[in-house]
């Protein structure tokens, strides 16, 4: 693909499997605040949007501060005891590096968490640069994430490719005017993704070797 410099990618449901983790954290937080738990799949369908979202849906607003703490607390241990990077992971984003191509996080976790997790699954070292919603504005899909690291690198829209799983992230990369390839293993459905018309559409992360 030419003139590609830069690679961002999403992490949870791309680069890495953070369910399992979300899910305990998550059910934990409920059950304290005395609210009854929900299923895996409810919970996978509304991560995405940062961990206040994710608990607000089902939380009172009187009780949402209290959840979060609960649901944060639990989750520094969780997260290393639970989460895992998809197949091929630590040799794709290798090889994007020995190719030359500057490689970026962008996330709407947290940044406490995302770090946490990155240096957790090694792959801290192939990172030029990680940014999170929580230090801007606005998360994704608004398209402040992009254009902040499109200008750290100095570089166009033209010259990135976003990586992502989620409807939100085909949003967020046709806002800011960058390709997004969304992947099929996260939070968003075929279909759902299907309707934002991204760039591409692949199975794995991993796939994304074939295309650079």
């Given amino acids: 693909m030419k003139n590609i410099k830069l690679v961002i990618f999403d992490l949870d449901g791309t680069l890495v499997d953070a ?3 979300i899910y305990r954290s998550f059910n934990y937080a409920l059950k304290k605040t005395g609210l009854k738990p929900k299923p895996s799949l409810t919970i996978r369908r509304a991560v ?3 961990d206040r979202q994710l608990l607000s ?3 009172p607003e009187a009780s949402l501060d209290k959840a979060l703490a609960l649901y944060r607390a639990h989750h520094q241990k969780a997260l290393i005891r639970y989460s895992c990077l998809f197949p091929c992971v630590k040799s794709m984003l290798r090889r994007l590096k020995a190719k030359g191509y500057k490689l970026a996080v962008a996330s709407n976790r947290p940044t406490k968490f995302s770090l946490m997790l990155i240096k957790h699954l090694k792959i801290k070292k192939y990172f030029d640069y990680v940014l999170c ?3 801007l504005k606005q998360g994704k899909p608004h398209p402040e994430i992009l254009h902040r690291i499109l200008k750290k690198f ?3 829209p033209g010259q990135a490719l976003y990586v992502g799983d989620m409807t939100l992230d085909a949003q967020a990369g046709r ?3 960058v390709r997004a390839v969304i992947v099929t293993t996260g939070s968003s459905s075929v279909k759902e993704i299907k309707k934002e018309k991204p760039y591409m559409i692949i199975r794995r992360v991993c796939g994304l070797s074939n295309i650079l």
């Fill in 154 to 156: 100095s570089l166009l």
């Fill in 57 to 59: 849906p089902f939380v």
């Fill in 48 to 50: 995405g949007w940062g």
């Fill in 19 to 21: 369910y399992a983790a």
């Fill in 175 to 177: 806002r800011a005017g």
């Fill in 133 to 135: 919603a929580d230090t």
